[in-house]
């Protein structure tokens, strides 16, 4: 069961939906824009039960009928609509759904809530519907839009909505829920909070994930005894990744954290604040054998190979160009 005060961060959203309780003056439509696993389900579930709370406070109570139902995703009132295709929402999802359902009165609480996940997906037509919808809804009516990117939206459609932009996390929120709630030590709470930026439900995926721990003594296996690899080798323990079910993205990211790490180090001399901070004696190592130059051009050199993956460059390519500048340095 959601409450407010257990949701990390998002403070200004959590001020602005309170308050328009408090005032009562709920919109008809709000869009909740934020990556994915950055909280804008949490966010509108809670919302929408505190709307459909029977003690009509400004977070549920938790404990009536309603919240309970909630809790159990069966509050007849809060209706999640379904995609029954898979990659688009289409307008006979809307109509069906919401356009029609919209009009039948709540069946026992104030207001008639719809959820739609994803709605970046809805089709032009879908988004037409749902405009006629949000021009005239009926007073009980609120329609919620989470998508991870709202500039797919019409232009008519974001100007009737509320829109509220999921902002990141902070670190310290984040390293704190890890270590508390979840229970994972400091240095690893340290690294997935760094890798998360800001994402709670990405932190939390990789703290849980048996891989991400794997990945990560790969990564630093590899970045301390790079210098005694030939190229081949290398190119071959990057391939492995795979074994891991990795993004090779996510790899990357991590050599970029070492190199950061390095960077840091060399530059301020401090422990304190590194990722990678339990191998400091090969960050320091490294720190004094690079250049600031040649770890700036490491760091460009790793983001460089990602966007060239991304462009389905090839792999062995990619890969000698990125190794060929880090062995360089
Ligand atoms: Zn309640």
Not at 86 to 114: F, M
Not at 125 to 138: R, S, V, W, Y
Not at 211 to 240: C, P, Q, S, Y
Not at 247 to 269: G, M
Request: glycine share 6%; with cysteine; proline share 3%.
């Amino acid at each position: 069961m959601p409450y407010f005060k257990d949701i990390l961060g998002h403070e200004e959203i959590i001020g602005h939906l309170q308050n328009a309780i408090q005032l009562n003056k709920i919109s008809h439509a709000y869009i909740f824009d934020g990556e994915e696993g950055a909280g804008k389900k949490l966010l509108a579930q809670t919302f929408a039960q505190t709307l459909q709370c029977e003690k009509q406070g400004t977070s549920p109570c938790g404990s009536c009928r309603s919240c309970k139902q909630a809790g159990t995703g069966n509050q007849p009132d809060i209706i999640h609509v379904e995609h029954r295709n898979a990659g688009s929402i289409g307008v006979e999802d809307i109509r069906e759904q919401l356009c029609g359902d919209i009009q039948i009165r709540p069946y026992s609480s104030p207001y008639k809530i719809y959820l739609i996940d994803e709605a970046e997906k809805m089709t032009i037509q879908a988004q037409n519907a749902l405009l006629k919808t949000i021009e005239e809804p009926p007073s009980y009516g609120v329609i919620l839009l989470l998508t991870t990117n709202s500039e797919s939206f019409l232009p008519t459609i974001l100007s009737r909505c509320v829109t509220l932009k999921l902002r990141p996390v902070k670190d310290s929120l984040i390293r704190q829920y890890l270590m508390e709630q979840l229970r994972i030590p400091d240095y690893q709470a340290e690294l997935c909070t760094a890798f998360a930026r800001g994402n709670v439900g990405r932190a939390r995926m990789l703290a849980l994930s048996e891989h991400f721990g794997e990945l990560k003594d790969h990564a630093v296996h590899l970045v301390r005894h790079m210098n005694d690899m030939e190229l081949w080798e290398i190119t071959e323990a990057i391939r492995k990744v795979a074994d891991y079910k990795a993004d090779i993205n996510d790899y990357l990211d991590l050599l970029v954290l070492w190199y950061r790490d390095v960077l840091l180090f060399k530059a301020t001399r401090q422990v304190d604040g590194l990722v990678f901070s339990e191998e400091i004696n090969h960050i320091s190592f490294q720190a004094s054998r690079i250049s600031y130059e040649g770890l700036e051009q490491i760091i460009e050199a790793l983001e460089k190979a990602k966007v060239r993956l991304k462009a389905n460059v090839n792999f062995e390519l990619t890969m000698e160009l990125l190794l060929l500048t880090i062995k360089e340095n």
